[in-house]
């Protein structure tokens, strides 16, 4: 059941039934003073002028007393006015009795029919419980039984009939005002739901952020949120969008003299729903991006608008161009450094293979290759710094001699302190034989940390100490240089942020070494680098990463890192007499290096300074691998091979050599893309002998297989 008066929709009815009342009652009155007097005509018409006085008395009294209250009830409140209909309505309901027993008892059906409506129009709609309900019904239905018992009295003898009226005038009297008030009820509570539809709708349309705004088809606001009033400031929306610069992106004719307020106008023209993106608005140095959507507002043709403010977006966008930029021209940087580096180191090693070497000449030797490596190593700070912001650094992990790669890192730095005072020191404590991470990034790490302290160490002691614990590998680089001012910290973790306070500090560098240490300790698992410093004692540059360590292993079951292989030359010329290797580079000296390499294993080559060439060379000659550069003219290497091997099927090319890539790139990215384009096998220069030779006599012998 209903009838709860104290819920929202029941406060809502009460207060439309309050304000319903006056005008019902007004209506009331009208009606009530018009029916006697024209009662009253029609009996003088009928009946004469000098009859009935009685009953036009009271007709006339009637009117006189409807006027007076309806003047009456003007100037009272509600609660007033309500009580007054519930008595005039049993006034009503008595007068109604009275014509009809008194006057015209044959027209008695219609003065009860008068007397239920009296009650539905003035009475049953103010009913908020059912005890009032069912009281009112109960009134009603004794009022008429006792009318009609006055005219016609009750036949005792079979009260059935009297009964089952009484309780069928009960039960529909009140089962219409009861559905009647559930009808209202429910008009209430939807009145209440769209009323909170329309709240939360216009709160949520408050709380964006976007300026919102609907305009009429002569430019009118009609609606517009509180970011829309804002963005406005008391101007008219014509103010608004003719002094602000816009930029027309989103049309196929991007005429500059177009100003948003005629490509709004434009959009009036257009169907029903259509919607339309019109560009970049400036105002006031902020960039607002607008939208426009024909709508009906009221039944009536609109535009709704939304600017939304990208001035940070447009930011972003431009700084992650200018970071892919910087990406770009560094990868391209250092792969061009590297590639001189590579057939430097190349070469070098070729040399140190002649027997007819001296001391002397195989230590310069060494300083040729320890420097190029070291080249190589600020090289690639720039490449994985670059790697680092686009996101596609990769880490390959393997066991290693992680004491060899100290060796070789102390061997690179104390090149660089030849004729200095300082004086370098390797301590280890309970390392394994092998650990499992990443060497090239270790190494890398490491030879930043030694560099960095030579550049603030004019003299004393450089130490590096490394200690395994509990599965993490402990790195401390310690020196007895000049130290860092505790404020200049923090730049040494900025990209080319180089720290110069004094003019003998060495200069070498490009500020990237310890930023890429850092980001690589992280990449390692590590939490980055930390430091120690003190002005005039020195600094301690330390980091930890997880590694796993391993047993010590036979000779057998791994080499050495960087062994040489001696195998007697005659026998490797036999194996290779009859095949000849293509090689593919643009860059001159860095074929002919790849050239002098295999003719020292007695492998004949043959080279071309693009792809173009070697396509040429291919069809006209059986070669037994191709070592393809990636990065040439004319026609790359990637396009080469896809070249090759279309040329391979329809038959242009009798034979489809093995095509190993070598490249200066390290990222996974270039690798993968080698493959993809039909290369067999990749090479990073700079690239060992030994590890060259066993690529292309693998890929010759599972060619020939």
């Not at 939807?190 to 305009?215: C, G, P, T, W």
């Not at 080249?375 to 720039?382: G, T």
């Not at 200049?488 to 720290?499: A, E, H, N, R, T």
Request: net charge neutral; proline share 2%.
């Amino acid at each position: 059941m209903y009838f709860k008066s104290e819920t929202e929709e029941a406060k809502i009815l009460d207060k439309y039934k309050q304000d319903s009342i006056r005008r019902r009652l007004d209506v009331g009155f009208i009606c009530g003073g018009s029916i006697p007097i024209f009662h009253v005509i029609y009996d003088i018409i009928f009946n004469g002028l000098y009859t009935n006085y009685a009953l036009r008395a009271v007709s006339l009294g009637m009117t006189l007393y409807y006027y007076y209250f309806m003047k009456m009830m003007q100037k009272k409140n509600n609660s007033f006015v309500m009580t007054v209909a519930i008595m005039l309505t049993e006034f009503g309901n008595l007068m109604m009795g009275v014509m009809a027993i008194v006057f015209y008892p044959e027209c008695l059906v219609f003065y009860s029919q008068t007397s239920a409506l009296l009650f539905v129009y003035c009475e049953s709609f103010l009913i908020l419980s059912a005890r009032t309900l069912v009281i009112m019904a109960a009134k009603q239905t004794i009022l008429w039984a006792f009318f009609s018992y006055w005219i016609s009295g009750f036949n005792f003898s079979d009260p059935a009939p009297y009964i089952t009226g009484m309780v069928t005038v009960f039960i529909f009297y009140f089962f219409i005002a009861y559905f009647d008030y559930v009808k209202d009820i429910k008009l209430c509570k939807s009145k209440i739901k769209n009323r909170n539809m329309h709240r939360n709708i216009l709160s949520v349309v408050e709380a964006i952020s976007d300026s919102i705004m609907v305009l009429d088809d002569n430019f009118n606001i009609i609606f517009a949120n509180t970011c829309g009033k804002e963005i406005l400031n008391n101007k008219t929306p014509f103010e608004f969008f003719m002094n602000s610069k816009y930029y027309r992106r989103y049309f196929k004719t991007k005429d500059c003299d177009i100003n948003i307020y005629a490509d709004i106008h434009i959009l009036y023209e257009s169907s029903l729903g259509t919607e339309v993106s019109f560009g970049i608005l400036n105002h006031n140095d902020e960039l607002f991006e607008w939208k426009g959507k024909v709508i009906k507002w009221n039944e009536k043709l609109s535009i709704i608008l939304c600017g939304r403010n990208v001035t940070h977006v447009v930011k972003m966008e431009k700084e992650s161009n200018e970071s892919q930029y910087k990406s770009a021209l560094l990868r391209t940087v250092t792969h061009e450094l590297r590639t001189p580096a590579s057939a430097v180191i190349s070469i070098a090693q070729l040399i140190e293979t002649s027997q007819q070497l001296s001391l002397d000449n195989i230590e310069r030797l060494d300083i040729i290759k320890n420097s190029c490596s070291y080249q190589l190593c600020l090289i690639n700070d720039l490449l994985d710094y670059a790697q680092v912001i686009s996101g596609c650094l990769k880490i390959s992990n393997i066991y290693f001699n992680i004491q060899q790669m100290l060796l070789d890192c102390i061997k690179i730095i104390r090149i660089q302190l030849y004729e200095i005072t300082v004086k370098l020191n390797l301590v280890t404590k309970d390392l394994p034989d092998l650990i499992y991470s990443d060497p090239h990034r270790i190494k890398q790490i490491i030879l930043n940390l030694l560099s960095n302290a030579r550049k603030f160490t004019i003299k004393g002691i450089i130490s590096l100490e490394i200690s395994y614990e509990k599965s993490w590998l402990i790195v401390k680089c310690i020196d007895t240089g000049i130290g860092i001012p505790q404020d200049k910290l923090k730049m040494l973790f900025v990209p080319f942020g180089k720290i110069e306070c004094s003019g003998y500090i060495n200069p070498q560098g490009v500020g990237l070494g310890l930023v890429i240490s850092d980001m690589l300790v992280k990449e390692l698992g590590g939490e980055g680098v930390k430091v120690e410093s003190e002005i005039d004692k020195g600094s301690c540059f330390s980091f930890s990463i997880p590694v796993t360590g391993g047993s010590s292993v036979g000779d057998s079951d791994i080499a050495e890192e960087n062994a040489r292989v001696n195998l007697p030359s005659i026998y490797i010329k036999s194996m290779h007499i009859k095949d000849e290797v293509l090689v593919v580079d643009d860059i001159c000296f860095n074929a002919e290096a790849l050239t002098q390499m295999l003719k020292s294993q007695g492998i004949a080559t043959s080279y071309a300074l693009n792809g173009d060439d070697a396509i040429n060379r291919l069809k006209k000659k059986k070669y037994s691998c191709v070592l393809m550069d990636c990065e040439m003219p004319i026609m790359d290497g990637w396009e080469t091979t896809r070249k090759i091997r279309e040329l391979y099927e329809n038959k242009d090319i009798e034979y489809l050599p093995p095509i190993i890539a070598c490249t200066a790139h390290t990222s996974e990215i270039i690798i993968l893309k080698c493959k993809e384009a039909g290369m067999d096998d990749a090479i990073i220069k700079p690239c060992l002998i030994d590890v060259l030779i066993s690529k292309i006599k693998y890929w010759i012998e599972k060619k020939d297989c």
